[in-house]
């Protein structure tokens, strides 16, 4: 149980072990032994935290995490978060090889057909999401941009790490508590990991996600075909700009 905070440490010691000892003797232990830094001994957060939305489904804050995920027993990756921001839920995880606009319009995709469309996606101003070069700005909207635009969803940027903070907070708890699970589970790539994602997506989900303010689901009915989906989530080369308002496209590879 090496790197275990107390309440991960305890619910394996107990659910593994059978041990019968409380979380706050563990925790005392651990403070002891400089295994674990109490809260109230930490760095004070030094920014006003961004008020989460009343209704599930109204915005959701997606993010790559690039990490030692597999600890040396596969190459580094990313695993692709998708998390409700009412009500901290895990609502999608992918691993990928890279944080690429291929990978998220693949997440995108799985996300729609399993739940529904949200209302909006939050993110940071990663090229995928938004162009940023200034000889590109003429197109207006990268491939990601134009799927969601199709699909009626909107992409609101942040315009830092904590504004973003549910995402950021269910990384930094992943990369502890996801680590060390598949670690215990023996997972060894991103295809066994992958597989396995949807059952730690549940149990997360019955430990750490809350009730929304509001409890209206805000996610809509996907009414596209799967042909039409397929249209959609196709990668279109921009072939020029005409007055520098209307894209055309030629080259179309699927995904």
């Given at each position: 149980?090496?790197?275990?905070?107390?309440?991960?440490?305890?619910?394996?010691?107990?659910?593994?072990?059978g041990f019968d000892i409380s979380v706050e003797t563990l925790r005392s232990w651990m403070i002891a032994a400089n295994l674990w830094i109490p809260r109230s001994k930490r760095l004070k957060r030094p920014?006003?935290?961004?008020?989460?939305?009343?209704?599930?489904?109204?915005?959701?804050?997606?993010?790559g995490s690039h990490h030692d995920?597999?600890?040396?027993?596969?190459?580094?990756?990313?695993?692709?978060?998708?998390?409700?921001?009412?009500?901290?839920?895990?609502?999608?995880?992918?691993?990928?090889?890279?944080?690429?606009?291929?990978d998220y319009m693949i997440s995108t995709r799985l996300y729609v057909e399993q739940h529904g469309k949200p209302l909006a996606f939050y993110s940071d101003k990663h090229s995928?999401?938004?162009?940023?070069?200034?000889?590109?700005?003429?197109?207006?909207?990268?491939?990601?941009?134009r799927v969601l635009s199709t699909l009626n969803i909107d992409i609101i940027f942040a315009n830092s790490p904590q504004a973003k903070g549910r995402v950021e907070r269910a990384n930094r708890t992943l990369q502890d508590r996801?680590?060390?699970?598949?670690?215990?589970?023996?997972?060894?790539s991103i295809e066994q990991a992958n597989a396995w994602l949807p059952c730690f997506i549940e149990q997360f989900n019955q430990k750490f996600a809350k009730m929304a303010f509001n409890p209206k689901d805000l996610h809509?009915?996907?009414?596209?075909?799967?042909?039409?989906?397929d249209d959609i989530f196709t990668w279109r080369e921009p072939r020029r700009?005409?007055?520098?308002?209307?894209?055309?496209?030629?080259?179309?590879?699927?995904?």
């Open positions: 149980l090496h790197g275990f905070g107390p309440t991960l440490a305890h619910e394996k010691l107990t659910t593994i072990h920014y006003q935290p961004r008020y989460n939305r009343d209704c599930f489904g109204e915005l959701i804050q997606i993010d995920w597999f600890e040396g027993r596969a190459a580094k990756c990313c695993l692709l978060v998708f998390i409700d921001d009412a009500t901290g839920k895990l609502q999608h995880l992918r691993f990928c090889e890279s944080e690429s606009t291929f995928v999401f938004r162009v940023n070069q200034s000889s590109k700005k003429d197109t207006k909207i990268t491939q990601f941009g996801l680590i060390k699970e598949m670690r215990l589970e023996g997972i060894c809509r009915t996907v009414t596209e075909t799967a042909e039409e989906l700009v005409t007055n520098s308002l209307t894209i055309t496209y030629d080259k179309c590879v699927y995904l």
